[in-house]
């Protein structure tokens, strides 16, 4: 993470994004991982320039010709919320407007609250000793970095974000989803999410 560190890079990512999809449901969920994962704190230029493209589905549904701050603020609830969800915080830190919408979030954190934490110990005694050694390893070190973040030590030096890359069917959500238990079964919150929808409904809470 934190390639995307200079503001032409960003724009030029974002016209390239824009290029290859009409959806923008879709180029918003992928500039919300972008804005989350990357080192670049004032976002308000990119956003200046780039702010219709990221809005016209507002602007169409609106029946409107003209954009104005109602729909750009439509489209800024929408970054918003997906921001919440990615355990990001609120979007003007990055530099965007304000947005208006902190109900979602509401939601978002009462869901996680209400899980079954005796449930979800026992499911983790079951399957924990059923990792392979592989899955054991990324298990063991993403907990170590949660735990170490809960204890205000840095868990793994400059880490801020893992990639666990391995073929199909090989264990991936399997271990994610006892993390995501794990965590849930402390009483804390773990957000499954996913920037396409693709992989977010084989996992738990995704
Ligand atoms: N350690 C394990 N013990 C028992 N079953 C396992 C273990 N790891 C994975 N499985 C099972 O193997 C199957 C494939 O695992 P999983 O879905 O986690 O793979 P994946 O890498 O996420 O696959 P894909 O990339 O295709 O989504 C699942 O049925 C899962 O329950």
């Given amino acids: 993470m934190g390639l995307l560190n200079d503001e032409e890079t960003w724009k030029s990512t974002i016209l390239e994004i824009i290029n290859h999809t ?7 969920g992928t500039y919300t991982s972008m804005l989350v994962f990357s080192n670049l704190e004032d976002q308000s230029g990119i956003w200046k320039e780039t702010r219709d493209l990221f809005s016209n589905d507002f602007l169409y549904n609106s029946k409107g010709s003209d ?7 439509d489209a800024l609830d929408d970054i918003q919320e997906r921001v919440w969800e990615c355990g990001g915080g609120k979007i003007s830190a990055y530099g965007l407007p304000t947005s208006r919408n902190r109900e979602k979030v509401t939601n978002v954190i009462r869901r996680e609250k209400a899980y079954n934490r005796e449930r979800l110990s026992e499911e983790v005694a079951e ?16 907990m170590t970095y949660v735990n170490g973040r ?10 801020n974000g893992f990639f666990l ?3 199909g069917e090989t264990g991936k959500s399997f271990v994610l989803n006892l993390i995501l238990d794990t965590v849930r079964s402390q009483g804390r919150i773990a957000l499954a999410v996913d920037s396409l929808g693709i992989a977010a409904p084989v996992l738990h809470g995704g």
């Fill in 150 to 159: 809960d204890n205000n030590q840095v868990g793994i030096a400059g880490s």
């Fill in 165 to 167: 890359a391995a073929s």
């Fill in 67 to 73: 954009y104005n701050d109602e729909i750009y603020l």
């Fill in 22 to 28: 009409n959806d923008r449901t879709q180029l918003r």
């Fill in 127 to 142: 399957k924990s000793p059923m990792l392979n050694e592989k899955q054991r390893i990324i298990y063991d070190t993403i």
